[in-house]
């Protein structure tokens, strides 16, 4: 962070919930007023606040999306990123099926590796298109997952985490890879 | 606005289900204060001092929006500044329809409370 600039994720989650027509104007309001409260008190103080602000306009902001039907691009976006990166797990499950049957111990390491590059390669995929539809994509990765456990598709046997890791990784590395590599513009 | 003129306006808004919320008049009532126009944060601004109520900038926004869609404000963009990092304000303007609203649910507020104050004392 740097001096005198606010909390860079409370920035990144109010960009990706605010419909796109008061985006700019209410994180420039944000950002006015933290630059006014961190000279005037403190710049911990003023990322108290800009934080509170952030977290109690998310539900509003939310609600406001779902009227607004700003959700259907998001969603369709990331339903379309979603295809892309079912095919291209296919695609490797059936290159790793040429050298490794599901029963081995090579199956079960590279299935979550695999699993995680699809995962955040999607991200930044849906990240460069809208920011918004990174939340829905990390959701439907989510919904899947637990669709899948609950089916007991797999037939290996493999401890509770292996399978949770896959329901809680999936969908935070579909939000926060984009972050990380840098693909999102920075917000403030 | 006559007798009549209010009838019909609340008759008409009714079937549309688009009384004034209790967020929509305050911002309605501090956009008027603020000369009519403004931005998002000083709106919070004279509601947080005015009121003591701590609301949001996002509930700000949303509720701007919907007054925006129902035509009782209007909204334009200002220049970018580089204390807001590079953004440029969206100014909110009090708008003819907006002023009637107000006028109305006023109306409404003072034909609900007429005749109170002497029950109020008795409770």
């Given at each position: 962070m740097r001096r005198n600039s606010p909390p860079a994720f409370a920035c990144w989650l109010l960009a990706s919930v605010?419909?796109?027509?008061?985006r700019e104007a209410m994180l420039g309001d944000l950002i006015e007023e933290y630059t006014l409260r961190a000279e005037s008190a403190s710049p911990v103080a003023a990322s108290r606040w800009f934080w509170s602000q952030a977290c109690r306009s998310v539900p509003s902001m939310v609600w406001s999306s779902l009227r607004s039907r700003d959700w259907l691009i998001s969603m369709s976006i990331a339903m379309g990123v979603y295809i892309i990166m079912g095919t291209l797990k296919f695609a490797a499950d059936l290159t790793i099926s040429k050298f490794a049957t599901p029963q081995q111990t090579t199956y079960v390491i590279l299935a979550p590796i695999v699993f995680l590059a699809t995962t955040s390669i999607g991200g930044c995929v849906a990240a460069r298109i809208r920011r918004g539809a990174t939340i829905f994509l990390a959701l439907i990765v989510m919904i899947t997952v637990a669709v899948l456990i609950a089916a007991k598709v797999c037939t290996i046997p493999v401890p509770w985490w292996y399978q949770f890791g896959f329901l809680t990784l999936g969908p935070l590395s579909v939000l926060l890879t984009p972050a990380v590599f840098g693909v999102l513009k920075p917000t403030c | 606005m006559t007798f009549s003129a209010y009838l019909f306006y609340i008759a008409k808004q009714m079937k549309r289900g688009e009384l004034l919320g209790s967020l929509e008049h305050i911002i309605l009532l501090a956009l008027a204060r603020l000369d009519g126009s403004a931005h998002g944060m000083i709106v919070r601004r004279e509601i947080e001092e005015r009121t003591g109520r701590d609301i949001s900038i996002g509930a700000v926004y949303a509720t701007l929006e919907r007054l925006e869609a129902k035509g009782y404000i209007s909204s334009f963009t200002g220049e970018p500044t580089p204390e807001r990092g590079g953004r440029a304000k969206r100014l909110f303007r009090f708008e003819a329809a907006g002023k009637q609203a107000l006028q109305v649910s006023e109306q409404t507020i003072r034909n609900m409370t007429a005749g109170l104050k002497s029950r109020w004392e008795r409770i």
């Open positions: 605010v419909p796109a027509p008061y | -």
